[in-house]
């Protein structure tokens, strides 16, 4: 007699997931150990999608890795088995941790290298930079090659220019890159516009999440980059969240009908776009991992109700909200202030509840900026501001919060 095959469907999936999210971690952990350990079962897993120009399939759910990853080697195996293969890191993330986790996790399980997308990003700037941290991240990560590697966060397509062209085209002939880009959190719009006028990007990440979405600039930058070919990765898709507005909480019952949080929520609304690739996110557990799982696999959308509210609270809640737009509040200022790493590093400890990345980001600069920020005048800045964010009680919070 043969033996039948049993198959987790994606209902069975999400009622799991909701469960264990809607517990303990330990309870998380259990439950994905009793789903692993069925014999013959098979799960569904998260969709793909097209990255852009490159052909490339990946899923639409990013494995951020700006966590403790060396330690975390189980949530690495249930992410590739529920379908979550795009992995994202930096030769910076936990001081290097984040690329030896990887590396940790290649080595001992080999077979699983071809199925990843994988995607690490450079500080470096120049050509001789970006070679050696190219080849100290392969190293680590115990591999020859990555899918994609982006230029670090940049705020100005300047900062790329025909030397980084030609340092592409060979890393990519060296088959140690495949595709090539760059991540960004400042004036991401016009980096996203000015690339798209180029032909050598591949892949661009940038901040992008309900708050943003309907804004005509970034519509115009995401069609700029779609008509380009450019594949686009979404992150920071939070967004930011306080459930004192009368329509967050018209939101959260909204949602909580059709069986969603409010992040999932705030997922499902960067997939209603078809020209997001992926979304990246910090899934530091295992809760989490099953709760954006469940997310990415449900087949409820959001109806154009839910939209629209998410719309009307982004506009009432907009003072509370950085958009990224540095180069108009700083070059305001008489000194040289990063206004928006800081409202970032401010947004990850009151939104993200990540006080330790909060703090850890914010001693990086230097002494007489941390001393001087709360005592500068920022009027001219808040008068420029298109969000309307008082930025001079943002920075001196900032200075008390994070100090």
């Known amino acids: 007699m043969s033996k039948k095959r049993s198959y987790l469907s994606r209902r069975d999936f999400l009622k799991t997931a909701g469960a264990a999210a809607a517990g303990s971690l330990l309870g998380a952990s259990e439950t994905v150990g009793k789903i692993s350990e069925s014999s013959g079962t098979e799960l569904a897993v998260v969709p793909t999608r097209t990255f852009g120009k490159t052909g490339a399939r990946v899923s639409i759910l990013s494995l951020g890795g700006m966590f403790d990853i060396p330690s975390n080697q189980l949530l690495l195996r249930q992410?590739?088995?529920?379908?979550?293969?795009?992995?994202?890191?930096?030769?910076?993330?936990?001081g290097g941790r984040s690329e030896r986790g990887v590396g940790k996790f290649f080595g001992k399980y080999p077979e699983t290298r071809k199925k990843i997308f994988l995607v690490t990003k450079s500080d470096a700037r120049d050509p001789g930079g970006m070679t050696r941290l190219l080849n100290r991240s392969l190293e680590r990560m115990k591999t020859d090659?990555?899918?994609?590697?982006?230029?670090?966060?940049?705020?100005?397509?300047?900062?790329?220019?025909?030397?980084?062209?030609?340092?592409?085209?060979?890393?990519?002939?060296?088959?140690?890159?495949?595709?090539?880009?760059?991540?960004?959190?400042?004036?991401?719009?016009?980096?996203?516009?000015?690339?798209?006028?180029?032909?050598?990007?591949?892949?661009?990440?940038?901040?992008?999440?309900?708050?943003?979405?309907?804004?005509?600039?970034?519509?115009?930058?995401?069609?700029?980059?779609?008509?380009?070919?450019?594949?686009?990765?979404?992150?920071?898709?939070q967004g930011g969240w306080s459930s004192g507005s009368s329509s967050a909480a018209k939101l959260v019952d909204s949602f909580i009908q059709k069986g969603f949080t409010d992040k999932q929520a705030r997922l499902k609304a960067v997939w209603e776009n078809p020209n997001i690739a992926s979304v990246c996110s910090q899934m530091p557990n295992l809760t989490i991992l099953m709760s954006n799982v469940a997310a990415a696999m449900g087949r409820t959308s959001l109806s154009a109700r839910d939209l629209h509210l998410l719309d009307q609270y982004a506009r009432e809640t907009a003072s509370n909200y950085c958009a990224g737009c540095s180069n108009i509040c700083q070059t305001a200022l008489a000194e040289d202030i990063p206004v928006a790493d800081v409202m970032r590093y401010l947004m990850y400890h009151q939104s993200y509840d990540d006080y330790d990345r909060a703090r850890s980001l914010y001693a990086r600069l230097s002494p007489d900026i941390r001393e001087r920020i709360g005592n500068i005048d920022y009027s001219l800045a808040e008068n420029r501001c298109p969000q309307g964010i008082p930025i001079g009680k943002a920075m001196r919070k900032a200075q008390k919060l994070l100090a």
């Open 79 to 94: 992410a590739v088995k529920w379908g979550v293969t795009y992995w994202d890191t930096a030769d910076c993330y936990e």
């Open 145 to 237: 090659y990555v899918d994609l590697y982006f230029v670090h966060g940049i705020s100005s397509i300047d900062e790329l220019d025909d030397d980084t062209r030609a340092w592409a085209k060979k890393a990519k002939a060296e088959a140690k890159i495949k595709f090539f880009g760059f991540s960004t959190h400042s004036n991401m719009e016009e980096c996203m516009l000015e690339a798209a006028k180029l032909s050598w990007i591949d892949g661009i990440m940038m901040t992008y999440n309900y708050r943003l979405m309907s804004k005509s600039k970034m519509q115009e930058a995401v069609a700029a980059c779609t008509e380009a070919g450019i594949g686009l990765t979404a992150m920071k898709t």
